[in-house]
C-alpha cells in the first residue's frame, strides 16, 4: 500500500501568495484528517471529513484557510492569502470508521516569507 | 470532550536502560487510546493502541503500554531503551462513540536516548 500521499513535501512562498496542500488518502479509508504542526502550539487539528463531508471546521485559523475534499481519493488545503505566521508542517491523514488508527503522511513543510 | 496529558516534555535515558513516557487522559465515555512515535521531518507513526479487551498492549519496536482506568493513565514502556528509539512520543485519545474518530492528541514527549 503506498500510504498517504501529501504534495509538495515543501513549499516556500511570499507573503501574500495563494498556496494549495494536496493529500491523497489510502483507498478505502473514509475518514481525512488535516493537521498543523508547529514547535508553539504541538499538533493541531484544523479540519476532518467523514464520506467527502466536512464534519468539524473548527481549527480552521481563520477565513484564508480552506479545505475541499471533492471525491474519496483526493483533499486540497487552501491558504490565500498567506502569511508568515501560517508556516509549519501540515500533515494529512486518514482512516477508517471505528476504533481504527490514523496513519499520517509524510508532511507538508510551508516557508511563508 | 476528552483530554490528554503528558507528563514530561523531555525525558532521557541511557542506552539499556528502561523507557517510561507517562500519559493520562480524560474522556467522558470510554476511551480508545494510541501512541504514536514521530521521527525528525517525518510523519506521525502508529506505536500500539488499546480499544477494548486486554490491558496491556503490545506494540511495534518492544514498546507496551498499560490502560489503566481507575488512574487514567496509559503509560509508555520499553525494557531497554535503543539509540533509535529516539524521537518524540505522541499519546492520543478518541471516543468509543461517534462515526468520525477524532484524536486529542498531548503536547508530546521528546525522549534523547543517551549512549
Not at chain 1, 503506498?2 to 483507498?27: D, N
Request: overall charge neutral.
Amino acid at each position: 500500500d503506498a500510504g498517504v500521499i501529501q504534495s509538495p513535501r515543501h513549499e516556500v512562498t511570499e507573503m501574500g501568495q495563494e498556496v494549495t496542500l494536496r493529500c491523497k488518502p489510502i483507498s478505502g479509508h473514509n475518514s481525512l484528517f488535516w493537521y498543523r504542526q508547529t514547535m508553539m502550539r504541538g499538533l493541531e487539528l484544523l479540519i476532518y471529513f467523514n464520506n467527502n463531508v466536512p464534519i468539524d471546521d473548527s481549527g480552521m485559523p481563520e477565513d484564508r484557510f480552506s479545505a475541499k475534499m471533492p471525491n474519496a481519493s483526493f483533499s486540497t488545503l487552501k491558504i490565500q492569502p498567506s502569511e508568515p505566521r501560517d508556516s509549519a508542517v501540515y500533515f494529512c491523514a486518514s482512516s477508517l470508521d471505528g476504533p481504527y488508527e490514523q496513519y499520517f503522511g509524510p508532511g507538508t513543510r510551508l516557508t511563508v516569507t | 470532550a476528552q483530554s490528554v496529558t503528558q507528563l514530561g516534555s523531555h525525558v532521557s535515558v541511557s542506552e539499556g536502560a528502561l523507557v517510561l513516557l507517562r500519559c493520562n487522559y480524560s474522556s467522558s465515555v470510554p476511551p480508545y487510546l494510541f501512541w504514536y512515535v514521530q521521527y525528525p521531518n517525518q510523519g506521525l507513526q502508529l506505536l500500539l493502541k488499546y480499544t477494548t479487551g486486554a490491558t496491556l498492549v503490545k506494540g511495534i519496536n518492544g514498546f507496551e503500554a498499560e490502560f489503566k482506568k481507575s488512574e487514567t493513565s496509559f503509560h509508555l514502556t520499553k525494557p531497554s531503551a535503543h539509540m533509535s528509539d529516539a524521537a518524540e512520543y505522541f499519546c492520543a485519545v478518541s471516543l468509543s462513540s461517534g462515526s468520525a474518530r477524532q484524536l486529542t492528541f498531548g503536547s508530546g514527549t521528546q525522549l534523547t536516548v543517551l549512549p
